[in-house]
């Protein structure tokens, strides 16, 4: 439906925006002024410790200077609690007291036809409970309690139970007046094309009734009782109401909570959203045992912005990770993503509660893997790397993967982390293939690794950006131009920033196989220990060492990404001090006692550079170490490194 404009502005101005966002947010009362409409507060969107989110009155706007979120009263709706946009004006007309114009004709027939299949659905439902509270529910109840559900979870879910009978929902319906056509059309009667009688969908089946957005009931999941009873798991099949590839089981009650947590869970069956949300974790969608559609990934995202999947770690769960994969990577976005725990030992969701409890369940979550991750092992577990054509394989499908992402910052960011990733795969395979693979013990003495190679003070700051570029290359995308300049003292420093600006600079045309089969050997002595120091924090398990970790030991508490650039930067800005210094030592050293004017005033311009650079490099160090005190203080955070955070 559109709306008119003059509808939205009446909207607007008969509801306080400030009041709106109020109910989400705690004011900040040092910089909030009500009475003129300035209102500032820690950002809904995300995580923040000092208030950087906006409300302005008078404009009718608010806006994060932290995230960039922004908008006006319906935006903020649709982003808080997920509504379309029909929907939050709607609802917002209602609070306001605006009569919402009559839609046209053809429309109000679909909505007046969409309440009647509702209406029909929820006689079914309510029909479905007292059969399951009867007589003839006896073997479903017993069924539901043997899975460890309260009646409370029972009632709150409203399971019913569908008679082994031809037409008992039929008769029941048809006794309430309603057609036969309207129960074909709401999925619960089957009309055979050979002009037999029609007959109900679901028998003998425990019902679980699907509900959308509303909490209006729109269709069922039923479950057989039969030990061999096929299919275990039946759906109502697509109606005008329901549509499997947009809806998500439990999402009318899992939104509220995933606001308020900023999580979601997703598993696989609407039982294991129940138990898991009897359980406490009241932020968990079931995706209704279909495909993951970019429709529901989109959707997902309105409830926390990195999801995580919960599937069986069996074959078919892994499956069903993979097939999700494929459908999420098209609309990855900024600040979005999914995670993915793997349950263990062949448990779903439900058997995991029951014999860890609630703290194992959140423990396991708690090892979930990023989508990066996820898809680097799919890759790589059915890859052989034996020859230059399986590496270059390998490599196009990666590159076919990630060229599926529309947002183009998303897609750069996975292009580079993944040619990164690759370039050391293929270097530590030529190492072994050349027989000089170290084991784990010999992992320490590589801390040591040619040192002989260094030739000046600035060794271990130009080793340490280097170490930084391959463990965080979108540091080296966001200041290629600084990087691409940056005076390295040490030839084979030189050779690798080269390389590594190759790398980024043709990111789609350049092979990495072939790129590092053209190491010489100094070189691929040095690319060993920067590879070491990008993969140290997985070493660690083995043996405790990290060449990168131990000369910026910060690392290993993972702190914030802009703090990871900001010392970056800053050890770029010390490299770029300590050659201005040399250029300064080499201009005096030239010149004569006699000092013509060019002279002079190029050595005044090169002091008055440098004196401003120190003073500018002295701030920032001690910027640097007040937050690394804070960051030490407290304790390790989620790791800095995120894909999908662009």
Known sequence: MRFDQRLLDEIRARLTLSDLVGRRVTWDQRKTQPGKGDYWACCPFHQEKSPSFHVDDRRNRYKCFGCGASGDHFTFVCETEGLSFPETVERLAEQAGVALPAPDPQAARREKKRAGLADVCEMAA???????????????????????????????????????????????????????????????????????????????RLM?????????????????????????????????????????????????????????????????????????????????????????????????????ICFDGDVAG??????????????????????????????????????????????????????????????ISVSRLDTPERKAALEKRFDDLIGTIRDERVRRRYQLDLKFKLSNLFFEQARQNRGDGKKSADIPSLGKVRESVAASDDFGTERLVLGLCMRFPHLLDRNFERFSRLPFVNELHVQLRDILCRIVDDLEETPIADLTSAFDEPLKDIMYEMMLETIGLQQQKRAEFSALNHRFPLLKSNPPEDFVEAAY??????????????????????????????????????????????????????????????IRQAGPQAPAETVAAG
């Open 318 to 379: 892994v499956s069903a990770a993979h097939r999700a994969i494929d459908r999420i990577f098209p609309v990855l976005k900024s600040g979005y993503s999914f995670q993915f725990c793997f349950l263990p030992d062949g448990m779903d969701p439900d058997d995991l509660v029951k014999k860890r409890g609630l703290e194992g369940f959140h423990t396991e979550v708690g090892r979930a893997q990023s989508l990066f991750d996820v898809v680097w092992d799919r890759e």
């Open 126 to 204: 309510q029909f479905f409970q007292a059969e399951f509270a009867g007589g003839r529910g006896e073997t479903a109840r017993k069924y539901a309690l043997g899975r460890g559900l309260s009646r409370e979870t029972l009632a709150e879910f409203r399971f019913g139970f569908a008679p082994d009978s031809r037409d008992a929902l039929k008769s029941h319906l048809a006794a309430k007046d309603v057609p036969e056509a309207v129960m074909v059309e709401a999925g619960l009667v089957i009309k055979p094309e050979d002009g037999r009688p029609g007959y109900d969908r679901f028998r003998g």
């Open 208 to 308: 679980i009734p699907i509900q959308d957005d509303r909490g209006r009931v729109v269709a069922f999941g039923g479950r057989t009782l039969l030990p061999d009873g096929q299919p275990k798991y039946l759906n109502s099949p697509e109606t005008p109401l329901f549509h499997k590839g947009v809806m998500l089981f439990n999402a009318h009650r899992a939104r509220e909570p995933a606001f308020k947590s900023g999580e979601a869970v997703v598993v696989e069956g609407y039982l294991d959203a129940i138990a898991l949300s009897q359980a406490g974790v009241r932020h968990v969608v079931a995706s209704l045992g279909t495909a993951f559609t970019e429709d529901q990934v989109v959707r997902l995202w309105k409830f926390a912005p990195e999801p995580v």
């Open 569 to 630: 930067l800053h050890f770029i800005d010390v490299l770029e001090l300590n050659a201005l210094e040399d250029e300064l030592a080499t201009e005096l050293k030239s010149t004569d006692e006699e000092i013509d004017e060019h002279s002079w005033a190029r050595i005044q311009a090169l002091t008055q550079d440098l004196s401003r650079r120190r003073e500018e490099c002295a701030r920032e160090e001690q910027d640097l170490a007040e937050r690394a005190k804070k």
